[in-house]
């Protein structure tokens, strides 16, 4: 077992933009950015369900990927940029994945809900029209017990067509 | 808005049924919790930090049989952060689910049943803290005999698991006959005897169970935690802590699933609860996942012996059926899971004649308990896929089988059920035809096939956990000025959409948008009790409290507001948030003047509602479990292919209908039946909770194979096959608008529909779940080698059956008492089919 | 929650400063890449570095050097940058398909070849927590004296569970290790020992910085997975099998290797062998199969029942010789592992 001390430990810092702000914040160095998201910026969207990755629901976006922030270092995130649920929504509005979420049953007890919806928003950012199967595939690494997946599925593609309709009416 | 104006909207923001029509009922729309869950604000219970919090982690037992001689905390409390160390002593009154299995302790004191069992606590500062500590307390144990399974468990009477019981180590043995079974056997044309076993598995929630409990400032006790029954873990805080129930507050914070994992009062829960009364702060638990799959209540490894006679037709003349049960260390509901075991194989087909003789053990594992389907979903594999077995060897087509036996609405089973509406011919006749049954049974190539099973569900357990005639739902609704309606329920949110449920019959009632509905629900302080969120209660029970409560805020709003307008009450319609007269839709007023109206006319406007469901006609001793308002319906087919050189096994695709009653909000309706075939199919094909003995002669340990979620193989997005969801909607008038249950029926058929479709595809039966590549392989083998086509149990040990009360069926003239038990003889009760309680 | 352990943490910008690194702290230091094997082991205590050192400063880890002479691929491209990357192909398809099965999409952005080369030995008994493996008295790989697998065993029965290894050892793959006293190549191949506690010959103070393919101009190859479901598991067997046929379809070279039946992952050298100079026909591929299941030893210490396992091997071979030789294998393939 550890023969350092925890409570002399000092904190460490770091510096990075979480949902398009710069924060700063000094944390317990062994700490994950799951546990300093939670824990020391109040950022509780996040979840987790096993912290050793092998359930997805602490997934965010680190620089534009998804990542599962129970095994990154916070250490590790200094000048970096992360996406949580928190950051997805814009102008007061929820992102059109929140909204076809919310409207198709998509989400049930909601615990999983987060990191699928920062997943597919990464998906969604690398490929605007992704068909099922590249859907199924993208979200493979999430697990959901109660949706049986299928009603995210069709979220996944009303908001696909939400958003390109969107586009279309800005062009 | 006046009604003529409305039929031009569109049509599917409109339901109709009935002749009604209904603007929120039956309207697809986005569930009232929806927003908090898509942005993260949903506050799950470790999502709650508070000031000073400290945290706990549980020290737990490395044995699975052991007698505690000693504890050391001293080098634990030495460690700088460490606050507090709990341990037995300080908590040593049992509690337990069920009043008959009062065994668990907060913190074992000198007996510790399986590995994982706690013995003590750590309260530090910071969680690491309190891990690190847990390794400096020092613990001597006297390891005693380890008992694996149920058969060790029969042939080892000592030492004994617990001093209750039956004897030696059996928990719980129950014999009834409805009926003369072996008269039954006589009559038929043939004789069915098979075997089979269900592994058990758990609940897997996303969510790992959590809570956080604080002293009041006042001095009283709230606990916040991830629990489905708030009130039953108020009970048993109230009993172990010796405090007035009075002075705790239990808030049920959202569950990140539940699935019956979250029933039970659990340890950690009364053990934080201690911990923040003597520090005076709050105080934290989450579990890891290792610690889930210990706190375990999953679905017990049933064997199983089927015996059913039939006539050439398919009439069943008679069944009987064994069950041996492995109900881990702890009593839990097992009592219960023992008798739905045997409870609901009368619901689906007729059964003149029915025995059930089932015996539950203690062995050195997690404890069993209810998960979806609770006790039922092993008994309806064997039952389905025997069907299928009987269905060949008549030469009948397995649906056309089970059409000629469905059992009809309304009528009294011969273990005295009063079902509901029964609509499972027609959940056949839709899967059938969809599925194109008839095209593919029998006639896909080699390697694909078809398989079709059915099942029932209760909706809603018709007796409370502990004994009493009060309500088993209680709604409060404040009207308030600003035309705002707030609800108050016990009711408790896992994921299924309860508290949308409450607010869409309120809305629908009171004309007004869901949107104006406030909740406050799962909070023992806030709201008068409801039981909980398990046996698909929640929907029936707390729905038609709320709909009364509702009703009877619409009738002060009436007379008001027809005072006001001048209107007969009985020509007042409430919709689009107005009230008027629906002869004339200009003479209205707004709701929110409505309810203005009234509280000036009577006073503050608040309504109650409550829900007791109707007595029982089934007296005999056990006859509690099993009675519901209602029943649910499902039938699936599932196609399956399966690779003859591997054994590997696919669903391609699913068809299920589901006699639901009517859908109340049809995106979450579906999601129950999509999310329950995707749970069942997860126990068909991988889902396992196994446990390693390791060499007797090395080590005496018994430990979970892999408590994790990578090693415990829950179906990703990738392994879920396309699901064709049918919801049969026929109004029962026992429901609200009409609903019967969803979250659990539509899982019990998908287990024997992938064993029958396994058959099909390559004649091989795999009479166990789950139904694995290895077995199937072994089974290919076996027909091969021109011996019986099979994987499955083969013996059913003896077990010491208890004379069995005998029950004579309606039709026998039976009363619902045994006839053979004098001392509990009760008076038949005129049965009442009551839709509200009064 | 679980936690990690307390560490020091050390974060060098080159190579060099790396090697002095781990030179001075020896074996109390661990190379940090993608984190998604080792911060795992760390929380459950299998592993207890007192120093992690990260890796992904280091560019010049993450370069790709892909020509006509072959290929260099730095230990710190992820998994998600070699499945995504349309130049591998062909020769290399293996390696992409393998990278590509890893675990989850999202692991895949974190972990890197490197990691997964490098990837701890995994077993029932050892992948669990402290307190879990308390509970059986420990076992041979960590803190006990009994491999639990093969109790009568001196040595740990840990399974090599990378994906990557097997195929790029069907591609010839060298790697290159970098330590303050200077560095060395080596075949894969050789990298790893039969022995489930010390089954890598990099030492602690190594790094391991490159794999180096030669030239795969006319090679095709394959990799086959084996798990229980479609994401997230590890290999409980793996085949990956390359070619290089001539003209009228001789195979005039060919490499097999087995992943996840022992400690290390396994050249099938005597089936490779075989199969030169022979056609690959429904005989020849039964007979490699057969030759190259032989030396996959699954044990009872992962998913699924062992003896399947080692039945399914030869299948696996097969699958991918067909696959070499031109058949259509992509129902099969889509049956057994969800993927398209």
């Given at each position: 077992m550890a023969t350092l001390s925890i409570e002399s430990q000092k904190t460490s810092q770091i510096r990075f933009t979480l949902n398009g702000e710069e924060v700063d914040v000094s944390f317990a160095p062994y700490k994950t950015l799951l546990e300093v998201l939670r824990e020391d910026l109040g950022h509780t969207g996040t979840k987790h369900g096993c912290e050793l990755g092998e359930c997805g629901a602490c997934a965010v976006l680190l620089d534009g990927k998804a990542v599962l922030s129970c095994l990154v270092l916070a250490l590790e995130c200094d000048g970096r940029r992360v996406l949580t649920v928190e950051g997805l929504g814009e102008e007061?509005?929820?992102?059109?994945?929140?909204?076809?979420?919310?409207?198709l049953g998509a989400a049930q007890c909601g615990y999983c809900t987060p990191a699928i919806l920062v997943t597919a928003k990464a998906l969604l950012d690398q490929n605007p029209h992704p068909n099922r199967d590249q859907i199924r595939e993208a979200l493979s690494g999430n697990l959901c017990r109660c949706t049986g997946y299928l009603q995210i599925f069709e979220a996944v593609e009303a908001a696909i067509v939400k958003i390109a309709g969107q586009n279309n009416s800005e062009t | 808005m006046p009604e003529e104006k409305d039929s031009t909207k569109s049509t599917d923001s409109h339901s109709k049924a009935n002749g009604h029509e209904f603007r929120v009922i039956g309207v697809?729309?986005?569930?009232?919790?929806?927003?908090?869950?898509?942005?993260?604000?949903?506050?799950?219970?470790?999502?709650?930090?508070l000031p000073r919090m400290a945290h706990c982690k549980l020290l737990r037992s490395p044995h699975p049989h052991a007698r505690i001689r000693k504890i050391d905390a001293s080098r634990a409390l030495a460690c700088p952060g460490v606050y507090l160390v709990l341990t037995g002593k300080d908590l040593p009154i049992q509690y337990g689910i069920?009043?008959?299995?009062?065994?668990?302790?907060?913190?074992?004191?000198?007996?510790?049943?399986?590995?994982?069992?706690?013995?003590?606590?750590?309260?530090?500062?910071?969680?690491?803290?309190?891990?690190?500590?847990?390794?400096?307390?020092?613990?001597?144990?006297?390891?005693?005999?380890?008992?694996?399974?149920?058969?060790e468990a029969l042939a080892t009477p000592e030492p004994r698991i617990h001093e209750y019981g039956e004897e030696g180590n059996i928990h719980k043995l129950v014999a009834l006959e409805f009926g003369n079974v072996e008269e039954g056997f006589a009559e038929a044309d043939e004789i069915f005897e098979d075997s089979f076993f269900y592994q058990g598995n758990t609940h897997l929630p996303i969510e790992q169970h959590a809570a956080v409990a604080i002293k009041d400032p006042d001095g009283k006790l709230t606990i916040w935690s991830s629990t489905q029954t708030p009130h039953y873990l108020h009970r048993a805080l109230?009993?172990?802590?010796?405090?007035?129930?009075?002075?705790?507050?239990?808030?049920?914070?959202?569950?990140?699933?539940?699935?019956?994992?979250?029933?039970?009062?659990?340890?950690?829960?009364?053990?934080?609860?201690?911990?923040?009364?003597?520090?005076?702060?709050?105080?934290?638990?989450?579990?890891?996942?290792?610690?889930?799959?210990y706190c375990h209540r999953g679905r017990h490894p049933v064997l199983m012996k089927f015996k059913t006679g039939v006539k050439k037709d398919g009439t069943i003349t008679g069944m009987h059926l064994q069950t041996l049960i492995d109900g881990g260390a702890y009593g839990s509901y097992g009592v219960a899971s023992t008798f739905y075991c045997g409870a609901l194989q009368t619901t689906t087909y007729h059964i003149p004649r029915y025995r059930y003789e089932g015996c539950r053990t203690f062995t050195n594992k997690p404890p069993c308990g209810p998960k979806r389907g609770h006790g039922t979903p092993q008994p309806r594999f064997g039952q389905e896929v025997q069907l299928d077995k009987i269905a060949e060897k008549l030469k009948m087509d397995p649906a056309d089988l089970r059409l000629g036996i469905v059992e009809s609405s309304n009528a009294m089973t011969a273990n005295f059920f009063r079902l509901g509406t029964v609509n499972l011919a027609e959940c056949i006749r839709r899967v059938v035809q969809l599925s194109g049954w008839k095209e593919k049974f029998r006639k896909l190539p080699e390697g694909r096939g078809v398989g079709l099973a059915c099942s029932a569900y209760l909706t809603g357990a018709g007796l409370p956990i502990y004994w009493n005639n009060m309500p088993h739902s209680g709604v409060q609704l404040k009207f308030d000025r600003s035309g705002g309606v707030t609800i108050f329920c016990g009711a408790t949110e896992i994921g299924q959409g309860s508290d949308d449920v409450l607010a869409g019959i309120v809305a629908e009632v009171l004309g007004i948008d869901t949107f104006d509905v406030r909740l406050f629900?799962?909070?023992?302080?806030?709201?008068?009790?409801?039981?909980?969120?398990?046996?698909?209660?929640?929907?029936?029970?707390?729905?038609?409290?709320?709909?009364?409560?509702a009703e009877r805020g619409k009738a002060l709003l009436a007379e008001a507001v027809a005072e006001k307008l001048a209107v007969p009450r009985e020509r007042l319609r409430f919709a689009d948030r107005r009230v008027f007269d629906s002869t004339a839709p200009e003479k209205s007023v707004t709701f929110q003047e409505a309810i203005c109206l009234a509280e000036a006319r009577f006073g503050t406007i608040g309504t109650v509602g409550s829900y007791t469901p109707p007595k029982s006609p089934a007296l005999y001793k056990g006859g509690g479990v099993g009675p519901s308002p209602t029943y649910s319906y499902s039938a699936a087919v599932v196609e399956v292919e399966v690779n003859a050189t591997t054994g590997w096994i696919a669903v391609p695709k699913i068809w299920i209908a589901h006699d639901i009653g009517r859908a109340l909000n049809p995106p979450l309706a579906r999601g129950q039946v999509e999310g329950s075939v995707y749970m069942g199919l997860g126990e068909a094909l991988m889902e396992e909770q196994e446990f390693r003995r390791l060499p007797k002669r090395l080590s005496h340990a018994l430990v979970h194979k892999f408590p994790s979620i990578l090693e415990y193989k829950s179906p990703t997005s990738l392994d879920m096959p396309d699901v064709i969801t049918e919801l049969i909607e026929e109004p029962d008038p026992r429901g609200p608008f009409g609903a019967k249950e969803v979250g659990q029926g539509p899982l019990l058929p998908i287990m024997?529909?992938?064993?029958?479709?396994?058959?099909?595809?390559?004649?091989?039966?795999?009479?166990?779940?789950?139904?694995?590549?290895?077995?199937?392989?072994?089974?290919?083998?076996?027909?091969?080698?021109?011996?019986?086509?099979?994987?499955?149990?083969?013996?059913?040990?003896?077990?010491?059956?208890?004379?069995p009360l005998r029950v004579p069926p309606p039709w026998e003239g039976g009363d619902g008492n045994a006839v053979n038990d004098v001392a509990r003889r009760a008076k038949p009760r005129p049965e009442k089919e009551k839709v509200l309680a009064s | 929650m679980m936690r990690l352990p307390l560490f020091e943490f050390r974060a060098p910008r080159t190579l060099e400063e790396a090697a002095r690194i781990l030179d001075g702290e020896k074996t109390n230091a661990m190379p940090l890449a993608g984190g998604t094997d080792l911060l795992p082991n760390m929380k459950r205590r299998q592993q207890v570095p007192r120093t992690l050192m990260s890796l992904r400063h280091i560019?010049?880890?993450?370069?790709?050097?892909?020509?006509?002479?072959?290929?260099?691929?730095?230990?710190?491209?992820?998994?998600?940058?070699?499945?995504?990357?349309?130049?591998?192909?062909?020769?290399?398809?293996?390696?992409?398909?393998?990278?590509?099965?890893?675990?989850?999409?999202?692991?895949?952005?974190?972990?890197?070849?490197?990691?997964?080369?490098?990837?701890?030995?995994?077993?029932?008994?050892?992948?669990?927590?402290?307190?879990?493996?308390?509970?059986?008295?420990?076992?041979?790989?960590?803190?006990?004296?009994?491999?639990?697998?093969?109790?009568?065993?001196?040595?740990?029965?840990?399974?090599?569970?990378?994906?990557?290894?097997?195929?790029?050892?069907?591609?010839?793959?060298?790697?290159?290790?970098?330590?303050?006293?200077?560095?060395?190549?080596?075949?894969?191949?050789?990298?790893?020992?039969?022995?489930?506690i010390d089954y890598i010959k990099r030492r602690p103070d190594e790094i391991l910085a490159e794999v180096v393919l030669d030239s795969l101009q006319g090679w095709k190859s394959t990799y086959w997975k084996l798990r229980r479901r479609g994401s997230f598991d590890f290999p409980v067997l793996s085949v990956a099998a390359a070619a290089r046929f001539s003209k009228n379809g001789v195979v005039e070279d060919a490499r097999i290797a087995v992943g996840s039946a022992a400690c290390r992952p396994l050249v099938a050298a005597e089936a490779a062998e075989y199969l030169q100079g022979r056609p690959l026909n429904q005989e020849t591929i039964a007979e490699a199969a057969t030759v190259a299941a032989r030396i996959a030893k699954p044990l009872d210490n992962t998913d699924f029942d062992m003896t399947w396992r080692k039945r399914v091997t030869a299948e696996f071979v097969t699958y991918a010789l067909r696959e070499l030789r031109g058949d259509d294998m992509r129902p099969v393939n889509l049956l057994l592992t969800r993927h398209q």
């Open positions: 007061g509005k929820l992102h059109p994945l929140q909204d076809a979420f919310a409207d | 697809p729309r986005r569930r009232v919790d929806a927003r908090a869950k898509v942005t993260g604000q949903t506050r799950f219970a470790d999502d709650i930090f069920l009043p008959v299995s009062q065994d668990e302790q907060a913190l074992c004191v000198d007996h510790v049943r399986h590995v994982g069992d706690p013995v003590a606590a750590v309260i530090a500062r910071e969680e690491l803290t309190a891990f690190e500590a847990l390794d400096l307390i020092d613990v001597e144990y006297e390891v005693l005999k380890t008992i694996s399974n149920p058969e109230a009993k172990v802590l010796e405090m007035p129930a009075a002075h705790i507050r239990v808030i049920a914070t959202p569950n990140g699933g539940g699935f019956g994992g979250k029933s039970d009062p659990f340890n950690h829960e009364i053990v934080v609860a201690k911990a923040a009364l003597v520090l005076d702060r709050p105080v934290k638990i989450c579990l890891t996942r290792e610690e889930v799959f629900t799962g909070d023992t302080d806030l709201g008068p009790v409801d039981l909980g969120s398990y046996s698909s209660r929640v929907t029936l029970m707390a729905g038609n409290a709320a709909l009364q409560a024997p529909a992938v064993a029958n479709a396994v058959y099909d595809a390559v004649g091989v039966r795999i009479d166990e779940v789950p139904i694995t590549p290895e077995k199937i392989m072994k089974a290919l083998a076996e027909k091969k080698a021109g011996r019986e086509p099979r994987f499955g149990p083969s013996h059913f040990p003896h077990v010491n059956w208890p004379e | 560019q010049s880890l993450s370069h790709v050097e892909l020509g006509h002479s072959g290929a260099r691929l730095g230990a710190c491209l992820t998994l998600a940058d070699i499945a995504g990357d349309p130049r591998f192909r062909n020769g290399l398809t293996a390696l992409a398909q393998a990278a590509s099965v890893v675990a989850t999409p999202q692991i895949r952005n974190m972990a890197t070849l490197g990691g997964n080369i490098c990837l701890d030995t995994r077993c029932n008994y050892y992948d669990q927590s402290y307190e879990w493996r308390k509970s059986i008295n420990f076992c041979l790989k960590k803190d006990g004296t009994t491999c639990w697998v093969a109790p009568g065993s001196s040595k740990c029965m840990a399974v090599s569970s990378t994906d990557t290894a097997p195929a790029l050892m069907a591609l010839g793959a060298r790697v290159r290790l970098v330590s303050r006293s200077g560095e060395r190549e080596m075949p894969l191949s050789e990298l790893y020992n039969n022995d489930g």
